[in-house]
């Protein structure tokens, strides 16, 4: 606790040192988690392009989300804001738009017709009292299902549509007991990822809504959940020993060596098969398993941007909004990452074959679904965590397990 | 003896800072975390006073519950396994063997790693898949089974284990530093009447030497309190919530979950803890002081 406040107070101290007051010229001061290569060459792409517009990009990257949207809002609380500041798609700036720390980028968005453009789920995330307060730049699918082409079809198996024809793949590759049927990484976020994989998957877009929307108590102890949680249980059944504690990316090279059969993780995962020299629908496959209501479920990053004191900054912070979507840059920028872009409207043809299948999935209205993270606040996603973590790795039943969920929805209240 | 007001001014002027400090920074924000977990505050501080619900949330909250088990278990074990292992290493080094100073190095050595790379070492040496576990079962022992760390009922024993082999190096060197302080006619009085060797430990040796043990536990108990990186880096709080701790509580719900209220909460309780269990024995001093 102490040693937190004076890391926040050392901050602010050496920002307030570092940062001349009223640049004249356009100047942006960036805080993102963008660290890793292909990130830092995603956000690149943002830097050149307010470079060319006349602006110095003056890039602040901190390793480690919670680092950096620490930073960032520590500052802007302290009265001495960055110019932009990264966040995940969803609630985490609600305390800065009810403190008024915010400025609101509803000009550039009407100009823009981001809403004609957009999914309505991820307009929703940036939008608060009426005004849109962010910019959404990208969508990351969570839910998908990675699986190597070589190893399925040596079990005679075709790519799974569903939770039951998954279980059924996974049962064969058991039985034949060459590889680990699913690779998975046992750390509590993605322990999460996999229930959430298998809510949207079996329990559908009203289950989805229901537990993270709504936070509808009795659906949590209803048949349906109970189901979703014993598939979610079935599952350990096919991982290894090794899994506890095990990385993702490392959960993601088993099953590209061909050790492992399949993997739910999200599309940063495919960053994984780039680098390893794989050619998506050759190779590997992707898919998002669902029950036909709905289930691509669509998180990603957005900028948010606090008030300035001086119109240099406020000039700055509407430009790097509006060039952000661009469609040039919208492309440019998904290629790096992973991402596909936000908007529906720009060409295509330069993704690969999984990205396309995403972009496929967010034109249908019925398959889009709004991240946990934009359904709930970050400590009821962290109850929820916690619950589901003690799960999946002790002998808690079912029937348990929902007792547990309505809790936590409750307490929530 | 009277001070000129010269003096008692540069007196003043002379502890100022350290006093600013103290009353700022302890007092200033210890009062202030005790504050924000009365309050409902999630993202940012606020100061909606909300009584001791947080209070009652964190002891309904199994997580926490669990991390409060764990620093218990971890304490006992890590305070008496260390100071047993680390007596035992000094008594060892201490019968005049050959390359003393190479040996206290080795065993020093691992105090001197940090607890990121310590929990990390020992990950890969506990995790059956490539570890000690697998080792053995390529070398043909099919049935040997070194599966700790992946299973719950058993991972804070694995944050033990690194941690005894981290500060045992420390309390052996301490212990070391008593043991040479003991006087050699000693031992020849004991040699004299003929005592066995263990006997003279337990019974002279081990009494004389409370100052280096106290050292020790101190020492110790403050690294207990303190745990954070070992279960960050070994396991993560995992599997499931099986080796959280109270400050991996604290940092959590401070900055990823944006639940101040709770945070501060757990690190109240925690203070209070401390508090109680140091007050006693701070209380005996000061009377033993007046004593004199």
Known sequence: MKRALFASVAIVATAWASIPVSAQEMKAEVIHWWTSGGEAAAVKVFADQFTKAGGTWVDSAVAGAANARNAAITRTVAGNPPTAMQLNTGKQFDELVEGDLLADVNGIATEGNWIGVMPAAIIAAATRKGKMYAVPINIHGQNWLWYNKAVLASVGADEPKTWNDALATLDKLKAEGKVIPLAFSGQKNWEQNLFNSVMIGVGGAQMWTGILGKRDVSLAQSAEFKAVAVTYKKLKDYVDAGAPGRNWNDATNMVIQGKAGMQIMGDWAKGEFVAAGKVPEKDYGCTVLSNGSGGYVMGGDVFVFPKAKDPATTKAQMTLAKLMLTPETQIQFALKKGSIPVRSDVDTSALDACAQKGMRYVADKAQQMPSGDMLAPPALIGALQDAISQYWNTSMSADEFSAKVAAVLKSAE | ?292
């Not at chain 2, 074990?77 to 047993?84: G, H, I, K, N, P």
């Not at chain 2, 697998?134 to 070398?139: D, E, G, I, K, T």
Request: one cysteine or more; hydrophobic letters at 55%.
């Open chain 2, 1 to 292: 003896m009277r001070l000129s007001l010269n003096s008692r001014l540069s007196a003043i002027s002379a502890l100022l800072p350290a006093l600013l400090v103290m009353l700022v920074v302890y007092i200033g924000a210890t009062s202030w975390t005790v504050w924000m977990s009365l309050t409902n505050s999630r993202m940012l501080p606020n100061n909606n006073f909300v009584g001791l619900r947080q209070y009652a949330m964190l002891f309904n909250n199994d997580r926490w519950i669990t991390s409060v088990h764990n620093i218990v278990i971890y304490g006992v074990l890590l305070v008496s396994l260390a100071l047993l292992i680390g007596f035992l290493l000094a008594v060892a080094i201490d019968q005049r063997v050959r390359a003393e100073d190479t040996i206290r190095s080795i065993f020093l050595y691992p105090y001197s790693m940090s607890f990121v790379v310590t929990g990390l070492v020992w990950q890969w040496l506990l995790n059956p898949t490539l570890g000690i576990q697998h080792v053995l079962r390529s070398w043909g022992f099919e049935g040997a089974t070194f599966d700790w760390i992946v299973r719950p009922e058993t991972a804070i024993y694995c944050l033990v284990i690194a941690g005894v082999w981290q500060a045992s190096g420390l309390v052996m060197a301490i212990m070391l530093a008593g043991l040479r302080g003991i006087d050699d006619e000693i031992w020849k009085a004991a040699r004299v009447d003929g005592l066995p060797k263990w006997r003279v430990y337990v019974s002279i040796i081990i009494p004389m030497m409370g100052a280096s043990f106290a050292t020790a536990a101190v020492l110790l108990s403050t690294a207990v309190v303190r745990l954070y990186d070992l279960s960050v880096a070994m396991t993560n709080g995992g599997p499931g919530i099986a080796s959280e701790v109270p400050a991996k509580f604290v940092m959590d719900h401070l900055f990823e979950r944006a639940n101040i209220g709770l945070a501060t909460a757990a690190a109240t309780t925690m203070l209070i803890t401390v508090i109680a269990v140091v007050a006693p024995y701070l209380y005996w001093r000061a009377r033993r002081g007046e004593v004199r």
